[in-house]
């Protein structure tokens, strides 16, 4: 009889949500109207889709409540049992490794799958993209919606460099002062210009910081909108720079340290002595890409446990107790800004690399809104979870590709079931680097009311 309120409640509610879904739906899966053989505006009913649609949201929100009672705070004979609790933690422990090394296996087990291979690229693409994010959204606690723009200075200065070459001074014998000559890097231009991208896109964070130092939640997510949609119309407007909506293209490879990975007899697998195949690119860019995102991971853990780490989650926490502490809130902003933009820059630079072409099409809004939605639904400062959640995304965008009508409704209605059983991420992780593990007690001569 004390279950009875609750299995009312569930049902009830599950009855109200399957009826709202039958309203919503009705109209867009129910009924499809297409122009006919003379023209006129004809439709037709598609009852079994809607039927379908309705019973998926009677049973996703029984699935919720359960959820809710089982693992709710209020009920701790429904707790997870402690044996079941050290399993999950040991296996919690195990998942990363055995993700790294699954990864390094990739383009050993899927050698022969061309299409496998580049969506892994692509997956690793957005994971460095997430824990770039990452560091300005789960770390410091600043909401960019503009972070394509960083990805978009990364991959137009690299093709803008590779195509003209640095600038070289050089003393000439016609001319008795210092003349500027473009230096061509020919084989060399990926692995020179990676690092100049990703500075070039760290300068362009800074920019972005300075006017915003005072800003702060919505706020600062327009201006930061603002930026990334500047810098989209700027690369389509500027034309004789960027070539507008056209592009750029013949943008050059990556080589393996200056040995090119093509066919003819310099060649890296002439020079190794094997067949050549098309596929030894694909798993070149693959640990590329790879080693980035690794480099990113380690590099953001390295910094979050050093003093400008510890700033960023006080600025994440509270901006005016971390004004009071003495911390510098406007270096703490800037660091943040330029740290997530060079690994954006450097993401960008591998994209063009990769792609050979680029255009603005590429560094749309929705591209930053995809990222933040990994770093958010991963778990903000967790660089698991937003590894996890770009697999999940990324790969569930690829597995409803067939079915273009409901991949968006299916991708927002798991968010939305997300944001209710984890509001916090897949990994929510937003516990300090520097804790004390233990309670201390404190002398009674140090507080006033003579106790501690």
């Not at 919690?92 to 296996?105: D, E, K, S, W, Y």
Request: glycine fraction near 10%.
């Amino acid at each position: 009889m004390a279950r009875e309120p609750a299995i009312v409640f569930i049902l009830k509610k599950s009855v109200i949500s399957a009826f709202v879904a039958l309203i919503l739906f009705s109209l867009m899966v129910g009924i499809r109207t297409f122009p006919g053989e003379t023209g006129q505006l004809t439709y037709e009913t598609r009852f079994a889709e809607l039927a379908m649609m309705v019973g998926v949201v009677f049973a996703g929100s029984i699935l919720v409540e359960l959820f809710r009672l089982w693992w709710g705070p209020a009920d701790p004979a429904r707790s997870i049992p402690p044996p079941l609790q050290a399993g999950l933690r040991i296996a919690g422990r195990l998942l990363g490794p055995a993700l790294l090394i699954f990864t390094l296996l990739v383009p050993v087990i899927f050698y022969d799958n061309r299409y496998i291979l580049d969506l892994a690229i692509l997956v690793l693409t957005y994971v460095m993209l997430g824990w770039g994010l990452n560091v300005v959204v789960g770390l410091a606690g600043l909401l960019d919606l503009g972070y394509v723009a960083f990805y978009a200075v990364g991959a137009y200065s690299f093709a803008l460099l590779a195509q003209s070459g640095l600038p070289f001074p050089q003393i000439t014998d016609s001319y008795p002062y210092i003349s500027i000559d473009f230096l061509q890097l020919g084989p060399w231009a990926f692995w020179v210009l990676l690092p100049i991208s990703g500075l070039l896109a760290a300068c362009w964070g800074v920019m972005l910081g300075f006017p915003v130092l005072r800003l702060r939640g919505d706020y600062l997510a327009i201006v930061t909108l603002a930026f990334g949609e500047i810098i989209r119309l700027v690369i389509i407007n500027w034309q004789s720079l960027t070539g507008g909506p056209n592009g750029i293209s013949g943008i050059p490879r990556p080589t393996f340290f200056g040995i090119p990975l093509t066919p003819g007899d310099s060649g890296l697998a002439a020079k190794l002595g094997i067949p050549f195949s098309p596929t030894h690119r694909i798993v070149f860019l693959f640990y590329i890409i790879l080693a980035l995102a690794l480099l990113t991971n380690w590099v953001t853990i390295r910094l979050r446990r050093l003093p400008i780490g510890r700033a960023w989650e006080a600025l994440r926490e509270d901006e005016v107790a971390c004004r009071a502490l003495g911390i510098n809130t406007t270096t703490t902003k800037l660091t943040a800004f330029a740290t997530g933009a060079m690994f954006g820059g450097f993401a960008g630079a591998f994209f063009a690399t990769r792609q050979g072409f680029i255009s603005p099409e590429s560094f749309t809004f929705q591209e930053s809104a995809l990222v933040l939605a990994i770093v958010v639904l991963g778990g903000m400062g967790s660089q698991l979870g937003v590894a996890l959640a770009a697999l999940a995304m990324i790969g569930g965008f690829e597995l409803f590709r067939g079915f273009d009508q409901y991949r968006m409704l299916v991708f927002g209605a798991v968010m939305v079931l997300l944001m209710i059983w984890r509001p916090r991420g897949l990994i929510g992780h937003r516990s300090p680097t520097v804790f004390l593990e233990h309670n201390r007690a404190i002398s009674s001569d140090l507080v006033k009311e003579g106790h501690g």
